[in-house]
């Protein structure tokens, strides 16, 4: 595997830092509404597009700590859901470019194949933590509680990474 040069990481760390920080704003426009601000996810967007712009070691990083950073900031998402979140989107960041990367030609069939493995992989892990999550604090998961935060009412959201992340993703190689 090729080495990455000082100016490519710190160009990784400065890009990483910037779509934190469009993580940490974005749901200020979606959140004004709630119902649709939590259907939007906007918070999966910037972790997406930073596990395939800087790696999977970036979007692993920038996934764990942004709904978390964000509780502290702001309160929200409320603690529960910011920890199970922590590790969905450390999930998408990771899965979505180390997939992505392992593609040799990086075209859009490899966007959208690295980003519904991690789109189906990291609700799974989101699954899992709020069970874990909440049963450590004597509550119930269920598969409908389930279905209901990671299908449902998911499906704008869902949308709305299956036109962005590739979109951007391809303006940004075109650019390149």
Known sequence: MKQKTQDGRMRD???SSMLLAIGLILPFFTGQIPQIGSMLLP???PVF???MICGWQYGGIVGLILPL???AAFGM?????AGAMAFELAAY???AGFLYRRFRCQNVAAIYCSLLAAMLSGRIVWGVASMLILGAAGEAFTMQMFLAGAL???VPGILLQLVVVPG???ALREQA
């Open 13 to 15: 760390l400065a890009l």
């Open 43 to 45: 918070m999966h967007l």
């Open 49 to 51: 597009l930073c596990g």
């Open 69 to 71: 950073l964000r509780y």
């Open 77 to 81: 998402p409320p603690a529960a859901t």
């Open 93 to 95: 960041g990771s899965i």
């Open 152 to 154: 449902f009412r998911a």
């Open 168 to 170: 951007l993703m391809v």
